[in-house]
């Protein structure tokens, strides 16, 4: 009896699939930033390509 109750205490405790949880907001809480500051990556990553562009060709 003693053995079943432990058990079921460490099945109570145990911590196991928080970590799951947690990688799926935090993956939901990135893609709603980025959905929301989509245009403004956009024109970020546009000029970042620009200026690569542009000092590639000094090399």
Do not use: C, H, P, W
């Not at 799926?24 to 970020?44: A, P, Q, Y």
Request: avoid cysteine; charged fraction near 20%.
């Amino acid at each position: 009896m003693n053995y079943l109750m432990n058990k079921i205490k460490n099945f109570v405790v145990e911590e196991d699939g928080i970590g799951t949880v947690e990688m799926i907001l935090i993956l939901v809480v990135l893609i709603g930033i980025v959905l929301i500051f989509k245009d403004n990556l956009n024109s970020l990553v546009a000029d970042i390509f620009r200026t690569i562009k542009t000092q590639a060709g000094r090399v």
